[in-house]
């Protein structure tokens, strides 16, 4: 009988060893399904889509921003500085001192001379 005995608890070991159906169906409750699994490829798969919009958007932003920033280089080298303005204004006033003085050298010698400007009224 020693042997049953043995063969007993060795028995008794083993099924305190050995799952139940209900942690069976415990386990299998926290498995996912094969649907679970597709839903989930199915929600990577868009989300996958949506982050390639989102990087064709920001390569479009990208070129726009460098064509904007080419074109206000552009703008920068062909204006006109505040220093470029001061020396045209300065050029001006020079040649309006000339014009002014010679005008007045031909009214004073059309005085002169009794000579009538054909331009004036």
Same mark, same amino acid.
């Given at each position: 009988?020693?042997?049953?005995?043995?063969?007993?608890?060795?028995?008794? +070991?083993? @099924?305190? *060893? /050995? !799952? #139940? $159906? %209900? =942690? &069976?169906? +415990?386990? @299998?409750? *926290? /498995? !996912? #399904? $094969? %649907? =679970? &699994?597709?839903?989930? @490829?199915?929600?990577? !798969?868009?989300?996958?889509?949506?982050?390639?919009?989102?990087?064709?958007?920001?390569?479009?932003?990208?070129?726009?921003?460098?064509?904007?920033?080419?074109?206000?280089?552009?703008?920068?080298?062909?204006?006109?500085?505040?220093?470029?303005?001061?020396?045209?204004?300065?050029?001006?006033?020079?040649?309006?001192?000339?014009?002014?003085?010679?005008?007045?050298?031909?009214?004073?010698?059309?005085?002169?001379?009794?000579?009538?400007?054909?331009?004036?009224?």
């Amino acid at each position: 009988m020693t042997d049953n005995n043995d063969i007993l608890k060795a028995i008794e +070991s083993l @099924k305190s *060893d /050995m !799952a #139940t $159906k %209900s =942690d &069976l169906e +415990s386990v @299998k409750k *926290d /498995m !996912a #399904t $094969k %649907s =679970d &699994l597709q839903d989930v @490829k199915q929600s990577q !798969a868009q989300t996958n889509a949506k982050v390639d919009t989102l990087a064709a958007g920001q390569a479009q932003i990208i070129t726009t921003l460098k064509v904007l920033e080419a074109g206000q280089e552009d703008i920068r080298e062909k204006m006109a500085t505040k220093a470029d303005i001061h020396r045209l204004e300065q050029k001006i006033d020079k040649v309006d001192k000339h014009v002014k003085s010679h005008e007045s050298r031909i009214d004073n010698l059309e005085d002169e001379t009794g000579l009538p400007n054909p331009h004036k009224n």
